[in-house]
């Protein structure tokens, strides 16, 4: 099978096919509940939530027959042992923590963000460990989606630039849909119709640029990170920072009412000019101090050669 048709198949069943399984998903959780009490909280979340998890349940499940499919094996997905890897984690972590630091220091500095402390001390605790969970999960799951199989799958069969390129598209893209409630009573279509409002984002310019722009870089160092080191493990670290600045972020901080959120950005960080510029900055230097050139990393014994 082609590797187009390979990848053809896996986004539509991730996205088509969440978008059937929700309303399915929505109904049994409902009729559940009446009697299992424990589901109750569950079964009043809003229906995009339920989108967005069968998405990402799909995604996860897709990987393995991915992997066959374009025959990629488990070393050229990034899944591979390495000597530097403890290393390689914390370093990755360290230079994604640099990276959003300034921007997010500038923004509070300037006034555009106002602290905003809990008073109690547990809701900081909870905040803390979520956003570690979220970090690692997160990253773990996208780094093997999108540098992993996607990333990897295009290097093997093309060249690396159109890799790198490509799937930063796709991981902005799909970083860049928006949260969308759905109205009304849930029927099978409901997840079908929520898709084309989750595009939204992209009819507001102001939106696109910068913050389309600035996932686009993010994706590239990240891609650029995993040719260099031969494995995911240092893209593991930069993304698990850039996920726990997001969270912690938007935790500790609220917007000024004279903010300018298309200079500055929102709680999401990332999406202001400062951002792109910040991450800009940490391409360039990355690539000055010759990290961007690729080389081989000792590998362990015991390589293994297929995804699970």
């Not at 605790?125 to 093997?144: C, M, Q, Y």
């Not at 109205?183 to 102001?206: N, T």
């Not at 913050?211 to 891609?223: E, K, N, P, T, Y």
Request: charged share 15%; hydrophobic share 55%; aromatic share 16%.
């Amino acid at each position: 099978m082609r590797l187009s048709t390979a990848l053809t198949l896996y986004f539509v069943t991730v996205f088509i096919g969440g978008a059937l399984l929700a309303p399915i998903l929505h109904a049994l959780v409902g009729g559940a509940s009446e009697h299992l009490p424990f589901l109750e909280k569950l079964a009043y979340q809003p229906f995009h939530r339920y989108v967005n998890r069968c998405f990402l349940v799909l995604a996860i499940v897709g990987l393995w027959p991915l992997s066959k499919l374009a025959k990629l094996s488990a070393f050229e997905a990034g899944w591979c042992k390495t000597v530097t890897w403890r290393r390689m984690l914390i370093v990755g972590f360290c230079v994604g923590f640099v990276s959003l630091a300034l921007p997010a220091i500038m923004c509070v500095g300037s006034g555009q963000r106002m602290w905003a402390w809990p008073e109690e001390s547990g809701k900081i605790f909870k905040h803390f460990g979520n956003a570690v969970g979220a970090a690692v999960l997160v990253s773990l799951l996208e780094e093997s989606v999108f540098r992993g199989v996607l990333f990897g799958a295009l290097r093997k069969h093309g060249t690396f630039w159109g890799a790198a390129l490509f799937s930063s598209l796709v991981y902005a893209l799909v970083h860049f849909f928006e949260r969308t409630r759905h109205e009304g009573e849930v029927i099978w279509s409901s997840g079908l119709a929520i898709l084309p409002k989750m595009m939204g984002g992209f009819a507001d310019w102001q939106m696109v640029v910068p913050g389309f722009f600035s996932l686009l870089v993010a994706g590239m160092i990240l891609a650029m990170a995993v040719r260099t080191t031969g494995s995911l493990y240092f893209s593991f670290g930069v993304h698990a920072a850039w996920i726990f600045w997001l969270k912690t972020f938007k935790f500790f901080t609220r917007e000024s009412p004279d903010a300018n959120a298309w200079i500055w950005g929102t709680g999401k960080l990332i999406d202001g000019w400062f951002s792109l510029i910040a991450l800009s900055l940490t391409w360039l230097a990355l690539w000055q101090y010759n990290f961007f050139v690729p080389r081989k990393e000792e590998m362990d014994e015991g390589e293994f050669d297929a995804l699970g």
